[in-house]
């Protein structure tokens, strides 16, 4: 069974940088579409940025210029690096596949990273 | 503010049936973009319940169903049990980006 697993969530500092990682596990990153998603504190899904199996990148206007996804195939995992970090990043940040078997849905889950912005 | 409006409650007792509007535009749902469905259990990762407007992926019920009409979709639950309770989430597409719409938390009375 494919699974998802994000790491590298932490508390930064407004201004600050981090880079948050997701490993695949039973599926290929090279070969799908993966996605990032955040829920800040009682709040609803956002998604925030794609990279198709192609390594084309889409991003949230809200995200745009701030945040980059990237891919690392040999390590099979993929990367959100977020720089300027606000407190209304605060949030719960997810990874998903986009599968083609399920017309683009985001099918595999992984359990979410806590990143808290906060001085 | 949401650019998919979804009601942000609804209830139902037990054994009857639910649905959930997801209202769009003719720039995202009525642009014949397709529409899926999350399932969110608390505090737990979201889960696919249907995609492509109508379709169920294997393992999920067929008390769940999906339809898509102009520029709204809808999610019905038939047969409510007490584990149906969770928040729902549309999904879409506008110029080929994703968006979520509010979330609809259900309630089994």
């Known amino acids: 069974e494919a699974q998802l697993e994000e790491s590298g969530g932490a508390l930064v500092r407004p201004g600050g940088s981090l880079k948050i990682s997701c490993a695949a596990v039973?599926?290929?990153?090279?070969?799908?579409?993966m996605t990032w998603v955040r829920q800040a504190p009682g709040k609803g899904l956002e998604w925030l940025a794609d990279?198709?199996?192609?390594?084309?990148?889409y991003y949230a206007e809200s995200v745009k210029g701030r945040f980059t996804v990237s891919s690392d195939y040999e390590k099979n995992t993929f990367h959100l690096e977020m720089t300027d970090l606000r407190p209304d990043d605060t949030a719960v940040y997810f990874c998903a596949r986009a599968g083609d078997h399920v017309y683009d849905a985001f099918d595999v889950w992984g359990r979410g990273t806590q990143v808290t912005v906060a001085s | 503010q949401s650019v998919l409006t979804q009601p942000p409650s609804v209830s139902g007792a037990p054994g009857q049936r639910v649905t959930i509007s997801c209202s769009g535009s003719?720039?995202?749902?009525?642009?014949?973009?397709?529409v899926h469905w999350y399932q969110q259990l608390p505090g737990t990762a979201p889960r696919l319940l249907i995609y492509?407007?109508?379709n169920r992926p294997s393992g999920v019920p067929d008390r769940f169903s999906g339809t898509k009409s102009g520029t709204s979709a809808s999610l019905a639950i038939s047969g409510l049990q007490a584990a149906d309770e969770a928040i729902y989430y549309c999904?879409?597409?506008?110029?080929?980006?994703?968006?979520f719409g509010g979330g609809t938390k259900l309630t089994v009375l």
């Open positions: 003719s720039s995202n749902i009525g642009a014949d973009y397709d």
């Open positions: 990279i198709s199996s192609g390594g084309k990148m």
């Open positions: 492509g407007n109508d």
């Open positions: 039973d599926l290929t990153v090279r070969g799908n579409s």
């Open positions: 999904q879409s597409y506008e110029s080929a980006l994703r968006l």
